[in-house]
């Protein structure tokens, strides 16, 4: 059975600092990953997605995650956090076998951001 | 209205108390999902529809009772709840279920639900 795991219950950063979450994911394929955001009183929101291809990729609100098949990870990455950026974010695996689709998701981690 | 739309977005019931839950969607997608998000727990998936068909069933207690009478609309009838039941219920929808891809999912803002 596939697991996700974002070791960082609650992480802290300065405005304009830069910001590294991490998930580790268990599984014997290459998933499918996501990353979600989920501000307060409010739903989750897709930040980005892996497939395939290239294991940069690029999401909205000026974030990034890497693919890192050798490590099992799929790190969510911003170079200048806003204060906007506070919120908390859910990493995601999902495998497709046989046309059988299961999507896990990960404990989260809250990000505050402070002056 | 755009996206996923829950109502109501606040529910306060009694332990005797029948309510519903509502979701549309409005993406013409064909999965539908139910969520349950309690502090300090991961997210908790409890049904999850596919071209209106039952598809997962995660050993969710029978006084939640899901419907499904199309691929916009999406129901969750509550019977005698109890006060753990108390959460943010999430409902989300994606493409479909079937074929090679997984689809990301689209959430709606939940209902914030307090079982008294």
């Known amino acids: 059975a596939q697991s996700v795991t974002q070791p960082d219950i609650h992480i802290t950063v300065s405005e304009g600092a830069s910001l590294e979450l991490r998930c580790n994911y268990s599984?014997?394929?290459?998933?499918?990953l996501f990353w979600y955001v989920q501000s307060p009183g409010q739903g989750l929101q897709l930040l980005l997605k892996y497939f395939s291809g290239d294991t940069l990729v690029q999401g909205i609100k000026g974030f990034e995650a890497e693919f890192k098949r050798s490590q099992s990870s799929f790190n969510l990455r911003k170079p200048s956090v806003h204060w906007s950026d506070a919120a908390e974010y859910f990493c995601?695996?999902?495998?497709?076998?046989?046309?059988?689709?299961?999507?896990?998701f990960g404990t989260g981690t809250k990000l505050q951001v402070i002056p | 209205e755009t996206g996923v739309t829950q109502t109501p977005r606040h529910l306060v019931m009694g332990m005797t108390n029948k309510k519903s839950l509502k979701c549309e969607q409005h993406?013409?997608?064909?999965?539908m999902y139910w969520y349950k998000q309690s502090a300090k727990k991961p997210l908790e998936l409890m049904f999850v529809?596919?071209?209106?068909?039952?598809?997962e069933n995660n050993s969710v207690p029978s006084r939640f009772s899901p419907e499904c009478p199309n691929s916009s609309h999406l129901f969750l009838h509550l019977h005698t709840l109890q006060p753990e039941d108390s959460a943010l219920y999430l409902c989300?929808?994606?493409?479909?279920?079937?074929?090679?891809?997984?689809?990301?999912?689209?959430f709606g803002p939940g209902t914030r639900l307090t079982v008294t």
């Open positions: 599984y014997g394929a290459t998933p499918y």
């Open positions: 995601a695996v999902a495998l497709n076998s046989g046309g059988y689709q299961k999507v896990t």
């Open positions: 993406l013409g997608h064909n999965a």
């Open positions: 529809y596919n071209f209106k068909e039952q598809t």
């Open positions: 989300a929808s994606s493409q479909n279920l079937a074929g090679p891809i997984v689809y990301e999912q689209y």
